[in-house]
């Protein structure tokens, strides 16, 4: 199943690997550079069905660091269309893009928050930073939040000029969007937060942005944590019936991880620890996912797909030591896949 193409609105992956979203932090104002431009025109020619661009801060604060990247201008969104050219014209490999809000987990270096006078004055759904000894972020106001929307959509925009063929809304890992969906982080109590259907308008109305800005050329994922592992918390049956309202909202696939909005969460890590949320959302929701970390074996991500679990194998830490992974398999597999031209005389062993 590994080798077998999946079909998001008319886009077409030709196998079932994914280059799961890795931030650099290698930017100088939000630019993408020569750094990017190799490493992720190489990966491209390993063989992968897709890959996915680093979160994207859709505004300067949407940043985790200084260094990361950014999509909320033009010059920016060129640098980046040079990359979705070379991947276009040289590979089999549909390219995304992750577009993100780090909310109160910006303004950082090496995971720890910096100054207002380095960074920025970070912002939130509610008066709460992630670790206490951080400061109280900015409660975004309505109208705010409503600005915090448009700035997903002119960055979908842009995306879309780029030629990005998937966008990927970063739901997860407790930056901006999950921290209105999770009531450990938001205990608004105007539209926004309180209830289950006004924690996740948020994502909604930026789903529904997006989607104004894409056609069926371009297909829309959303990454989220199935679980943050707390009590009280965000957990899998929120995240299958968000998978559901999603649906209806024109999402192709949830991206499943987990984790990230709670400082300290107890989690058990092994591999392919995530799995299970993918398969319940799959599942339960009826719905395309991907299963992301620790998967880092061939076999393993076989497995995974044959028993229902997802749909396509997000792979982070095991890409960049082995960018070949998806070409390997096919090797080992004996199944199609792509293989620069360039490089044929290395396909035979001998
Ligand atoms: C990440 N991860 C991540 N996730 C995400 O949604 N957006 C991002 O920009 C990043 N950035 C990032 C940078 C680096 C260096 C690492 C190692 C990881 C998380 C990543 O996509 C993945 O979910 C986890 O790493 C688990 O998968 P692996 O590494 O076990 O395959």
Not at 80 to 108: C, D, P, W, Y
Not at 211 to 235: K, M, P
Request: hydrophobic share 40%.
């Amino acid at each position: 199943m590994l080798y077998t193409p999946i079909q998001f609105r008319n886009v077409e992956l030709e196998n079932r690997w994914v280059m799961s979203p890795m931030c650099m932090y290698s930017c100088e104002n939000g630019l993408a550079n020569a750094f990017h431009f190799v490493h992720y025109g190489s990966r491209s020619q390993g063989g992968t069905g897709l890959i996915m661009v680093e979160a994207t801060g859709v505004e300067p604060r949407g940043r985790i660091t200084n260094k990361c990247m950014g999509i909320w201008n033009d010059e920016q969104a060129g640098n980046l269309q040079k990359i979705v050219e070379f991947v276009h014209s040289n590979s089999e490999s549909k390219i995304g893009i992750q577009l993100a809000h780090a909310g109160r987990k910006g303004s950082t270096w090496n995971n720890i928050q910096i100054s207002i006078e380095e960074g920025w004055e970070t912002v939130a759904p509610s008066p709460i930073p992630y670790h206490p000894t951080e400061r109280i972020p900015h409660v975004l106001t309505v109208e705010e939040i409503k600005e915090q929307v448009q700035n997903f959509k002119n960055a979908a925009r842009r995306a879309v000029a780029a030629g990005f063929d998937i966008i990927e809304i970063h739901g997860a890992h407790g930056y901006l969007i999950h921290q209105f969906l999770s009531p450990l982080s938001n205990i608004r109590t105007d539209e926004y937060g309180g209830s289950f259907e006004n924690r996740i308008r948020f994502l909604l109305e930026i789903v529904d942005v997006v989607n104004e800005e894409i056609n069926e050329n371009v297909a829309l994922f959303v990454r989220i944590s199935g679980t943050e592992y707390a009590e009280n918390g965000w957990d899998v049956n929120n995240s299958v019936e968000l998978a559901k309202v999603l649906k209806e909202h024109k999402v192709d696939l949830i991206d499943v991880s987990s984790g990230g909005n709670i400082h300290g969460a107890k989690i058990s890590v092994f591999d392919g620890y995530q799995v299970p949320y993918s398969s319940r959302v799959r599942n339960e929701a009826d719905v395309k996912t991907g299963a992301v970390g620790l998967i880092t074996k061939v076999e393993q991500a076989q497995q995974i797909l044959q028993k229902g679990d997802a749909d396509l194998i997000f792979v982070a830490r095991e890409i960049l030591r082995n960018p070949y992974i998806a070409v390997q398999g096919s090797f080992e597999m004996e199944e199609n896949c792509f293989f620069p031209h360039q490089y044929l005389r290395a396909k035979i062993s001998s």
